[in-house]
């Protein structure tokens, strides 16, 4: 026991100065803990090549959610261009969506966030980065961001009509007045005008990454802006509009630079993103859900053109089919049908051809191609499977083509329809170069005097699949209400081909007779000229319930 | 000597009434209690009377039984050792009278063999003593003793921890056999508490146990399940029938919306890592997700579970404080014990089976179905030749059959336990392997363990335990849109399972909505979750000086996962896939924590008890994971990285430190075993909060009277223990993600390289969720412990709730991977309360027949007081799917998570049905300054049509829009409920547990693929082949013309078929709404020891073998596959959401048990 005794006292000296250590040797710092994996935002924004990493972030990732079904089913379903009749995405064919449709939402959602992403530049970013860097890096960043933030406006207002202007999320949060009014769609025009005007006025002039905005990019979106305002012909200053409408056009025609691709097909070449016509496209890459452009994941016909393939029941209308020209070169680059050769897919097999029917060789009472209602299939933005393109597009819904936004023959035709103006035709010289610039590319005649119709029908084509016939749409409707919606329920969308049993082959054009009632007629009503605010947001936010208010500028 | 005699009139009365004669058999049953006690008892039960000097009996207490015992056996075992002599005379009068010294002459050898008369086990260790001296022994490994007493009147006394003892006169006996009988009423037993063990009579707050014996009476895959039903206040929900998925479990209530409301999980004193783990779903591979939550739970091997302790209130959670919101559960593992080595094999094989399948269309229902729909859509061309003629078809492809399956699972596990006199150890093994009853499914586990204990000096103990764990997991895609069951569901049952050549078959044409083969699926489409762990404690505890000691701990949790996702190449009919993907994700955990404690024992004035201890606590995590994407493999069967085209290669790295410091202490009184206190305060600082808050604090109270032990108690003898608790206390909880307040950035890939963008909108001044509870509790225990009541009320108040707060998308969104996500803010209040009560009754306890029986019932009322601001309602839905964006309202005044939704009211008859009613499908032409709603537009494709469901309009406006919709259904249980049945004849047992919910609803998310009916290519349940169809009035007039047209079926409540359903009828409505109310027969488990005799001659202590049936049958009115829904992904707000969940099988086993 007595040995023990000086054992036990060691001991416990050790256990008090061990519990000692532990209890005080554990500071404050300790719980001091920052992340190790990610940085702060208080720490970044020091130079301008962080500024530049974070405006990187507007291109791509923000715009997924929009453009991934919302975009093409609002754009190109819903303006009669594209049949696709099923299940909740059929609600835009019928013009019959609810507000309750999660693409509706998605796209709403996806360009808030677009909204959200540009917002945390233009509010977060000044703060930091003025401490370490000039001015007008700063303002060149704030340039961009606004530009995209200006872009996604004007696709709201053109979809919505009426739609909350937010500035800055952070101050609503921190104030708590989260609850927003619709604003008028005037005060949207005019919000999305200030920020255009700040991006021409601050834009890096000498751009060397392809593919970021340039103020030719901000000068072409303000001559479409103007040009939607101009064709509100009852506003006092419609004509005023049309004349600046037609300026900023000029300007980006003559001196940006830019040039049309001399070959149609190959302005959706992957290799071609960037190219000399493009003004602003969203940017994908192949990295991943998200990143990529999920067109040739959804339109793609079959597995032998693509990887992922939903396209098999997707196809140009009939009332798109009758528009395009004979002869138009654009036609085999927006859709495909009966006999279409494209070397470019399915280049494992020598190219791929297009046939209504093509029977499984394993099993032939089952087809590998099928026909569908009206007879093609979808192109544009189609590229292949991934070793058609060098690995370019992915397994998950990710390839990397770029979906245009802004492209210069856009700037040709808005520069033509700002010639029109307010009057029935028109044959300015200019105006019928810029617009027989883009039908000469497609190897149709030039036309010697343009109204209305003509420079409509030619963006129609020109844009098809480009998922903006509905702005045009909405250009017409501001112009004349009751023409525009005449005009939609006279579209013959409904129309549909059915197999006639006589003839054996089913790869003829003469095994198939257009049924002028495939589905029942489509009633447009003004009412669908404005899409509802998704349900779940009206739930949120009822202030939505209400009337629409101007906004208030600083 | 002068006696005093003393005449029991009124006993002799009462004896007389009751009609007893002399002679009777005694029974009665005490334990250190007054002589005269006794003598009341004996006068009670029969017509004796005693006569006596007080001086003679007092202060002489006594332990006896008596069971059907004359009086001279029970008298004679009553005051053998008290030195009392007793005679009875003929008029049944007892003379007691101090007994006269005696000489020993010679002593008596006496042996026998002391076994549990519970299940006739050999009891070891047994002390058996000659009362009255220091001659003792204790029994061997096989229960037998061998002792030398003074002579026949000698009494022999057997005690043993957990049984009642026994004491028996030696007489002429040379061999003594003893059954002991186990105690039934626990109050000495030793319950864990937090950071230290306690007496259960001592205890002041609500604790409840699950003991080994509950443990073993169910075969579990995870600790968890064998919650179920078994403790009053705690809601255990399985979230998933695969093999390791996860639970969830509420103990009273759901006290965060966004936080956890899992329990924190404490095993051997340390606080258990990892709540829900997750694995990678296929949404990286061009899928959706579907629950990816796994449970942390079960690296842990059940067997190795010796007690499981759940601190119900906040007065005995309060020394967890930051991590105590939910309750914590405490988990006692094996140690061993001195004695010669135990080793034990325990077994069991088990076959689990489908035990429901859901009615969906065959092959000819489906091609009519078919024919009929492309027939209203004008599309009869597109109808397979085949479907001419439905009655030619055969029943086609049943998928369920093709995907469930009878699955096999085995468990081994091995222990040996023993000790020398200061140094015990126990050491186990076990292996499990669980196979799914969806193919592709399993679950493996292997676990070891190592307990030592040493009592290496008089004044320190050091000792530690090591676990190592490895799991492997096989997950199918589930509880999704494309989802193993939902594709089984919904594919077309005229595709085969494989075609003529061997490949897996699909459909021809591909569409958006197509479905993938669920077999293929299952099998080639891989996600793989190996985890291994390691984790322990160390420890040393000293007594510094007398009633003053001091313990250091140090534990340690080591974990690494692998979890590989491959996406195979695969052609299904015309759906392809020619790209390969996999996904690999890498993680290492490591957390380490150290605790101090300095415990210090008073005892003044005799009566007064105290004890005082003092806590430090210092913990730390680190946790890290790399994910590699990658894509082009040389094959679908090899999936390592290496195959995989580098060019192709996506890495992405994630670390996480976060660490926590405390210090807190504690305080017990108790004054005389009647009054008792505990007092707690503990202060958490933890890096997951800003500067602004870093530091809570949190401190209870809790106060207990044993009533019966009071002094006016003594005489009512029925009642044994009766206990007054009551306690307040304040804990917390905290988030499971670092740097919540701040914003970081987060970094996504772009055309111009890494792009950086906010992750969120901070808030620096986030801090705690607070709870505080009340409780107060009555534990009774009456009729010597035959019956044991505990009722529990408690009122649970949650405050300054951590949220993301909710705001229209134009601010921002919840998913910080794709939204600059909204900010976490502390909202609200949220108030829980209820009532627990649990009742055991031995309704039988001879020794050789036991029947007991344990019900208990929990009672939860969950309300969400207040949020941010009054009229502020948190949506939570289900991802993308369309309708199903606002599904649950939590909003003030309401529970969490109600569903929200339209109510319906039957289907529109006919044309003027339609019109006639609120404007669902405005049809614009008919808008009029008088009518500005206009009238539903009647339109097949673009319009409201016959069969569509027609919806109420609840606020009478003429319109049917978000203003109408109301909370249709609750998915929290008005009750739930346990009942238990025991029974023991001799060797044999039987146990019969039923588990219930009440009330609570579901929202069967699966029938609206299945009843939804806007797929061509979707089979449908056999409900829609009754669906609304019209037919002509006129048979000569426009078949198209809705005024034509009238219901061709009456009476239905199913609605038409509707591609584009521009009526919405699949819009979240009571439709969808079940009542999920279920009563099940969750365990029968029947057992029989095999007699020792037998088991003797092959050097065998103890064979028992079982067969268990689990999850037995299920009443219960719902539709889908199983009631018992629980959590998408343990989330408070998505409960009971029912999305092609993986059902819990059926489970038959076989078990046996061996101990060496």
Redesign the interface.
Known sequence: MNV?MK??KR??KY??L??IV??LG?C?D????????????DE?YRTET?I???T??L????W??FNDKFFWLAGDCMSGNMFY???????FF???F??????L??G??GL??V???A???IN?MPRIALENVSEEIVNQALAEARFVRAMAYYILAEFWGE??I?EN??E??VT?D???PKNTRSSVYEFIRRDLEFAIENIRPDES?P??ITQWSAKGLIAKLYLTMAQDLTDPNSGQYFDLAKQYAQDVIENSGLTLMPVYSDLFKVENDNNSESLFAM???K?????GNSRN??WAR??IIA????G??KGCTVDFQLVVEPGDLRRKEIYMTLGDEYPELNKEDGGYTYYFEVP?P??PT?????ANEVLNHLKKYVIG???DVN?QV????DAANNVYLLRLADVYLIYAEASLGAGPETTDETALGYFNAIRERAGLDPKTSLTFMDIFNERRVEFALESMFWFDIKRFYYRDNNEAIAYLNSQVRHYGF??NDEVEDPNTWEAWELET????P??V???DMFLPIP???????PLFLEDAVDYEFE | MKLIVVLMILGSLQVQAAGITGGSKLNFNFKDVSIEEIFKEIENQSDYRFLYRNETIENKRVTVNAKNDGIEEVLSRALADADIEFTILENNLVVIKPAAKKLVLQGVTVTGKILSATDNSPLPGVNVVEKGTQNGTVTDLDGNYSIIVAGKESVIAFSFVGFLSEEIVVGDQTTIDVNLTEDILELDQVVVIGYGTMKRSDLTGSVASVSEETLRSTVATNIDQALQGRIAGVQVMQNSGQPGGALTIRIRGASSITGSNEPLYVIDGIPFQGQGTEVSGFDWAGGANGQNRVNPLSTINPNDIVNIEVLKDASASAIYGSQAANGVVLITTKKGEAGTAKVSYNTFFALQTMPKKLDMMDLPEYAEYQTQIMDELNRTNDVSDRYLDPSLLGPGTDWQDEVFRNAWSQSHQISVTGGLEKFDYAVTGSYYDQDGIIIGSGFKRVTGRLNLNGQIRDWLRVGGVITYAKTNEVITLNDGGDGVIMNALKMQPDIPVRNMDGEYAGPDVTYAGSNYNPVALALIRNNTLNRERVFGNVYANAEIIKNLTFKTELGLDNSNLINVAFHPTYQFGAITNDVNKMKQRNEHSFFWIWINTLTYDLTFAEKHNLTIQLFSETQKSLWERVEVTKENFASNEIHVLSQGDNTTNITNGWKDPSSKMSYFGRLNYNYDDRYLATFTLRADGSSKFGPENKWGYFPSGSLAWRISNESFMENVSFVRNLKLRLGYGMVGNHPNESYLYGSSLTQTDSEFGTAYRMEKIANPELKWETTEMYNIGLDMSLIQGKIDFTVDLYNKQTKDMLLRLSAPTYIGGPNPWEDVALPYVNVGKMENKGIELSLTTHNITKSKFNWRTDLTFSLNRNKVKELDEETKIYWEGLYWYSEFQNVTMTTAGKPIGVYYGYVTDGLFTDQQDILDSPVQVQDPATVTEENPNGLNLVDYNTGVWIGDIKFRDLNGDGVINTDDRTVIGNPNPDFTYGFNNSFNYGPLELSINIIGSYGADILNYSRVEIEGMTSLWSNQAATVTNRARTTTIDPAGDPDDPANLIFANPGTDMPRFSTNDVNRNNRMSDRFIEDGTYLRIQNIILGYTLPSEWTRKLFIDRVRIYINAQNVYTFTKYSGYDPEIGAFNQDARRQNFDMGRYPSPRIFSFGLDVDF
């Open positions: 023990n054992d036990m001991t416990i256990i008090v061990l519990a532990g209890i554990a404050e300790f719980l001091e803990l920052t992340p190790e994996d990610r940085l702060v935002a970044y962080e530049r990493s974070g990187a972030s291109y791509g990732y923000p997924f959610n009749t099923y299940d909740q995405e059929g609600q019928y013009l019959s609810n507000a309750g449709n999660s693409y939402s998605n709403w959602k808030f966030r909204v959200s992403y917002n945390s530049i977060d739609v909350p937010v999320s952070t609503l949060v708590n989260m609850m927003l990454e593919g970021r940017q994908w890459i990295a991943g859900y998200a990143t994941a959804n079959s597995s990887d992922q393939q939903w098999g029941g499984d394993v099993n089952n087809n590998i191609e099928s499977k991934s070793a690995g992915g397994i998950d819904q059915s197999r009632e495939a589905i029942s489509i009633v009503y003004e009412s349900e779940a947001e009206v739930i949120i936010n």
